[in-house]
């Protein structure tokens, strides 16, 4: 049985959908979530919904009991991921998992990001837990990007501190073929992966992007940190957001999004989206809306 945690979220249910499209038969899919409410599409479909918090370690165990491969979908609650990653680790040891998937962050263990440090801290529990695993370091969503592209194309300028720094996004949908692809071999590569879009991109090429689907001029204003955090706060943002997304731009600025690897199309057997597709089918979103 394959199971995946936070599956209601948004990547772990188009991983639960995607094992499906797969061929892995229902009854062998188990979803993991704290709502089940939420997941009642996925249990009309067949799939096994069981309820469990990642601070729930009893919860987990009796969530796992059957599971062969785990995909942990790093948490969301930032400063607590550390403690309850173990709990799932050590819920999944239990329960006998022979493969633990995880989703971490680019370059984990060595680079800027401010979300780094937690997720270096699992992939080093992972191996202390002694259980097989395939480390995933997704890149950016191209989706974090929806309403700065819908913004720009409004207003014909797009802002930032990331100066010339490189993204490689690639979608959800895209990440989440990787993982199923992973979770469905009949040899998992066992081993840290660095996945991301095959072709990274600047602000100013996004905003270039957004120029050539909007039928207008949009341009990048490259911002200083300092004038960039002052944006922030007068757009309203509390201050410690404003530092992180600021802190976010600084570290892309360094290249920490820039991982030069192909490894998720190699994974998915299939180009990864490009910006341009991206920008078009937000945009046109938008229009249809």
């Known amino acids: 049985m394959i199971a995946v945690t936070g599956a209601t979220g948004h990547l772990g249910h ?12 229902a009854a062998e899919v188990v979803a993991i979530v704290r709502s089940p409410a939420k997941a009642a599409d996925l249990a009309e479909r067949g799939v096994q919904v069981r309820q469990a918090d990642y601070s729930d370690e009893a919860a987990l165990v009796t969530a796992l009991q059957g599971v062969d491969r785990l995909l942990l979908v790093s948490g969301s609650e930032v400063g607590q991921r550390v403690a309850q990653h173990g709990n799932v680790l050590q819920a999944a040891k239990t329960a006998g998992v022979e493969l633990v998937v995880y989703t ?10 401010p979300l780094a440090p937690e997720h270096i801290a699992t992939e080093r529990l ?14 950016w969503y191209l989706e974090n990007y929806d309403q700065p592209i819908r913004q ?17 996004a690639a979608t959800r949908a ?15 590569p066992v081993g840290v992966h660095e996945l991301g879009g095959d072709q990274a991109f600047s ?39 404003a530092q992180f997304v600021v802190g976010l731009d600084q570290s892309i600025a360094q290249g920490a999004l820039d991982t030069g690897s ?28």
């Open 152 to 168: 720009a194309a409004e207003t014909g300028e797009l802002t930032g501190s990331s100066g010339e720094g490189r993204i490689a």
């Open 14 to 25: 188009l991983v639960v959908t995607g094992l499906l499209e797969a061929g892995v038969p």
């Open 104 to 113: 971490s962050a680019p370059k984990a263990d060595d680079t800027p990001l």
């Open 203 to 241: 602000f100013a090429e996004l905003a270039a992007a957004v120029s050539a689907e909007a039928g207008r001029e949009v341009t990048y204003r490259a911002l200083t940190a300092e004038e960039h955090l002052s944006s922030l706060l007068a757009a309203g943002l509390p201050e410690g957001t």
């Open 126 to 139: 992972i191996a202390d837990f002694g259980i097989p695993a395939v480390v995933l370091r997704n890149n």
């Open 174 to 188: 895209d990440f989440a073929a990787a993982a199923v692809a992973v979770l469905t071999a009949e040899q998992p």
């Open 262 to 289: 192909t490894a998720l199309s190699q994974l998915t057997g299939r180009p990864t989206t490009t910006l341009a597709e991206h920008v078009r089918a937000v945009l046109g979103a938008g229009t249809a809306a």
